[in-house]
């Protein structure tokens, strides 16, 4: 699997750009994504950025040379996102170091949070027990003085406390403030409230110390549930980066004779392997690179790669993955792909790439986390003027009524101030309000959902794939090498002219008894001169039709002649000179083309042919029609049970393929795919407007015309695997390549299915959409869970029920959010997993 570079791709005159990594830390809601992202872009050169908060990850794409990465990495971090760059040219270990500082970094924070949620829940326990009266007051009567809650608070806000507090301030000097900064405004203001009205207590204000206390208790409970589920949710990603080996054994003197004993072995890191050296791999090793086999038997455990669990043999020419494991012989192999270029290293590309791609229902997630603070700022002061000027003076038995009951609080007492009941209700909006659950809803489900992909071969290449595959309606197939096997094998063999000796020869046919027999049929002479003209022809191309020809010659055990001046045209045939005289392989459209008469005779043997799910391929030797060669290539043994399960999903079902009518028609009778849905005689060419035709609503027709019908547009999914598909992958709104396929199909594909199993593409469709509903449910839930707990935290029910939410049962609720948010997309781990 090659990548293509951005700039092989860009036209010549766009300005040439390139893509760097940064790990960025510090980010703790959607508000830090978005200042991280508006720092990026601001930067003169740099055309987009793309920030993901649970990875931690910047993908920025700017000009070539315009920008200093460690200076874009310098300024992220004095603006107190500590930041450094990961080299686009690092080896595989260095990548796989470079992505462990932060895991590192993880730890660190798991273990510092679970020390202050430690510290804190001892202090939420202390000043609850004063909090809810009596209790424990006879055996340690301090618990109720108010100067302990009072020194209670202060260490709250010192040790557990002090991350948040620094953090939030830092935020706002900024002028990007963040979601530690409500809770620091939350927690400082309870506690100096309660300060005045302990050291002033002519005030006749409230003490309530066990607020702030209990704020940052359920908060710091909050971030270490959330933390530990964000693990979890990144689990299968850290697998895939677990399995790149780090040692490999460098076999010095790669000698047949003495592989086996007396070589020279070395212990190197693996990237530091070279192409074309040879390494010895042992029983239980991982595969340290892509090689061939060399020398050696053995069984690999490729699970990691396509997720099938038999073990596959390996002997001498067959190729092995980096990766996977070696399971029962000693065998040594010789590099092909090492590094960044090793399937493995680039599937780690694609999964942590796709993480960062977003769906565009995050735009408004985007948009709306930018000012998200600001707002709840200004709700907080609005509803502190509410009450303080307008509320408890038109409600005035409100606050003797106990109406700030909520989770067992108490009520306020009296006397009451207004003041207070005004200042409570403003610090329960700041702390309610979570944009941490809107940030955590897109990249946690993505995260989940590719690194779930990856574990069972399912490369999805980011979230605006999930989306567009959640609006699907329709999926095209390619039929050679995708809906069939790839393998095609001869099955007859027409012959219509003598062609080197006197007279008419009449027609030879190698019928169906040569079929798929180990021990071939001789042929006729007739026959066999036909043959041996066209495996020369064909020797000059890489075709499975070709490829079929050559194998049916060579077990027939001809003598192919040379042939020269070859000329190939994609789609259409092949044509070179053998032994003097000009002969041409391909459709009748290439026939045509070179003034080649056909026969009625001809056509109705061809119809035959195809009638029966044969492709038929020409032979004209010296300007005339010579013959006739059928190849059939059976279908896939789960390429039933795969467009079954589409229709039964809603799906419509359609076949493309450039062969004749009447072969393609074969293969969909046997899906059960009705005529109106295949699409024949198509050339490479125009594939990729026929996948055009059908998004924009036409009715194909030929591959010249189609009737459109506006009305009735479809989403479409294309699945291919040659490089002729790759333009139709790249129009489709989804394209789907089969990892045998070429490097510029599967570049080209949002989708790649490493079992080259068609029931994958059942299951990439139904994990795309069970991930994208878990963005769904997680967006819903976080815009509802603020849309209803900040008018409740204001105060909309106090008049009418006498409730609203204390400080403390705001922070509680707003811990909760962003846990249930990520815990939902944890749950996406129970997609149902493959019979």
Known sequence: MQLVPKTQLAPESAPITEKIILDVGGMKCAGCVKAVERQLTQQPGVKSACVNLVTEVAVVELETGAVDADALAKQLTTAGFPTQTRRANDKV????????????????????????????????????????????????????????HCGLATVALLIPGRPILVDGWRGWRRNMPNMNTLVGLGTLTAYSASLVALLFPQMGWECFFDEPVMMLGFILLGRTLEQQARGRAAAAFRQLLALQPQIARLIANPDAEKIGAGATIVEIPAEQVRVGEWLQVLPGDKIPVDGEVRFGQTTVDESMLTGEAVPAIKQPGDIVTAGTLNQSGAIAIQATRTGNDTTLAQIVALVEAAQTRKAPVQKLVDTVAGYFTYGVLTAALLTFAFWYFFGTHIWTDLTMSGGMEMMGHSPLPT?????????????????????????????????????????RGLLIKGGDVLERVHQLDTVVFDKTGTLTTGNPTVTD???FEELFAEGKIKAQELGAESKGENVPTPLPSASSTLLRLAAAVESGTYHPLAKAIQQFAQQQKLSIPDAVDFHTEPGLGVSAVVEGVSVLLGNWDWLSWHGIAISERAQQSAQRLAAEGKTVVCVAVGGTLAGLIAIFDTLRPDAQAAVDQLRQMGLRVMLLSGDRLEAADAIAKQLGIDSADVMAGVPPAKKAAAIESLQKGGIWITPDSCDLNLTQHSVVAMVGDGINDAPALSQADVGIS???????????????????????????????????????????????????????????FLPSLGFVLSPSSAAALMAFSSVSVVTNSVLLRRFAHRP
């Open 493 to 495: 063999c027409l012959v």
């Open 93 to 148: 270990t260095g990548e796989t170091s470079a992505l462990q500082d932060p895991a590192a970094r993880g730890r660190r924070e798991m273990l510092a949070a679970i020390r202050q949620l430690v510290i804190a829940g001892i202090l939420l326990g202390l000043s609850g027990i004063g909090h809810f009266g009596n209790i424990g007051s006879s055996m340690l009567p301090m618990l109720n003085n108010i100067w302990f």
């Open 415 to 455: 006397p009451h101030s207004p003041i207070l009941v005004s200042l409570k209700l403003a610090i329960a909006v700041m702390v309610v309000a979570c944009p941490c659950a809107l940030g955590l809803a897109t990249p946690t489900a993505i995260l989940v959902g590719t690194g779930m992909g990856a574990e």
């Open 738 to 796: 089969l990892h045998c396929g070429t490097g510029v199909a599967m570049e080209t594909a949002e989708i790649i299915l490493m079992r080259d199993c068609l029931s994958d593409v059942v299951e990439a469709i139904q994990l795309s959409r069970a991930t994208f509903n878990k963005i769904r449910q997680n967006l819903f839930w976080a815009f509802a869970y603020n849309t209803i707990g900040i008018p409740l935290a204001a105060g909309v």
